[in-house]
């Protein structure tokens, strides 16, 4: 069966735009990073999580555990929440970002921001993007 033009047009259509939300999650590692300073200072939560390296994540629950087990009843131990926290009043968008190392499962970004020095971050190719992995303190 022969298709009509536009009906091939719409197809095509159809199979970019499946592909499209592929592409977005798929950022370099400096845009990466800019997302999740960008969720941080505007308190999302979700978006901020999952730019995060398992990692990380893993870490960021137990401190909310321990942080809970010390304060019970008054801090909860949801991660995701201390995450975010007072972040907007903390987190300043960077001043330069230079990648240092970009290879296929990891990167290394020198980052400057306002009154602070250049520190290098890591970020790690997990679940189809690049996470930033940040360390344990």
């Given at each position: 069966?022969?298709?009509?033009?536009?009906?091939?047009a719409?197809?095509?259509?159809?199979?970019?735009?499946?592909?499209?939300?592929?592409?977005?999650?798929?950022?370099?590692?400096?845009?990466?990073?800019?997302?999740?300073?960008?969720?941080?200072?505007?308190r999302?939560?979700?978006?901020?999580?999952?730019?995060?390296?398992?990692?990380?994540?893993?870490?960021?629950?137990?401190?909310?555990?321990?942080?809970?087990?010390?304060?019970?009843?008054?801090?909860?131990?949801?991660?995701?929440?201390?995450?975010?926290?007072?972040?907007?009043?903390?987190?300043?968008?960077?001043t330069?970002?230079?990648?240092?190392?970009?290879?296929?499962?990891?990167?290394?970004?020198?980052?400057?921001?306002?009154?602070?020095?250049?520190?290098?971050?890591?970020?790690?190719?997990?679940?189809?993007?690049?996470?930033?992995?940040?360390?344990?303190?």
């Amino acid at each position: 069966m022969k298709r009509s033009p536009p009906a091939a047009a719409l197809v095509l259509l159809l199979a970019l735009l499946a592909a499209a939300p592929a592409c977005q999650r798929d950022l370099p590692p400096d845009a990466a990073y800019r997302a999740l300073v960008r969720a941080m200072a505007d308190r999302d939560e979700e978006a901020a999580w999952e730019l995060l390296s398992a990692g990380t994540q893993a870490r960021l629950v137990e401190r909310a555990k321990v942080a809970a087990a010390a304060a019970p009843g008054v801090v909860t131990a949801g991660a995701r929440a201390m995450l975010a926290g007072d972040a907007p009043l903390a987190v300043l968008p960077p001043t330069s970002i230079v990648v240092l190392q970009a290879g296929p499962e990891k990167a290394v970004l020198r980052v400057e921001a306002p009154g602070s020095g250049p520190r290098d971050v890591l970020l790690l190719r997990e679940r189809g993007g690049w996470r930033v992995d940040l360390p344990a303190q």
